[in-house]
């Protein structure tokens, strides 16, 4: 008699089946300034690709979903190092998509000076050569010493 084949339920042993995690390591290469980079399967337009849960999907997300956390299906993964082939999940931030489609468009350009204003209207100065200037910072940097506040003279 004994069990008829397949009672127990077992999977056959085939690659897709292996531990999404282990076959992802196999495939990065960390690189002197800290990018995961993808030595799998990349697409045309630049994201590594990965196999997982059944369904082909991007290698980035991956990697945020498995180091970090689910990614909610209105946000994506951005990449912070403008690499598209890096992995490394404290490269990728969760933007909504149409951030990062302007982000694209952009270059990689910052919207903001190092000091978070904004550039744009009356604060952006634009050199002929293309520089960008942020004013508040300009007037901050122009003056030595903290700007003189008249207290309680309101
Ligand atoms: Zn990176
Ligand atoms: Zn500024």
């Not at 077992?10 to 282990?22: G, I, K, L, S």
């Not at 912070?80 to 082939?85: A, D, G, I, K, P």
């Amino acid at each position: 008699m004994g069990r008829p084949k397949g009672s127990k339920n077992r999977q056959p042993y085939n690659r897709a089946m292996r531990d999404p995690v282990e076959r992802f390591l196999e495939k990065i290469e960390v690189s002197p300034n800290g990018c995961w980079v993808w030595k799998g399967q990349i697409s045309s337009n630049g994201y590594g690709h990965f196999w997982w849960a059944g369904r082909m999907s991007t290698a980035h997300r991956f990697s945020y979903e498995f180091f970090r956390e689910f990614i909610p299906d209105n946000l994506e993964p951005d990449h912070l190092c403008r690499n598209r082939s890096c992995v490394n999940p404290d490269h990728l931030e969760l933007v909504t998509r149409s951030v990062n489609m302007k982000r694209g468009l952009l270059g990689g350009h910052r919207t903001h000076c190092k000091r978070g204003h904004p550039y744009s209207g009356d604060n952006l100065y634009v050199y002929p050569d293309g520089r960008r200037l942020c004013r508040a910072c300009a007037r901050i940097t122009s003056q030595r010493g903290p700007e003189p506040i008249a207290v309680g003279n309101e």
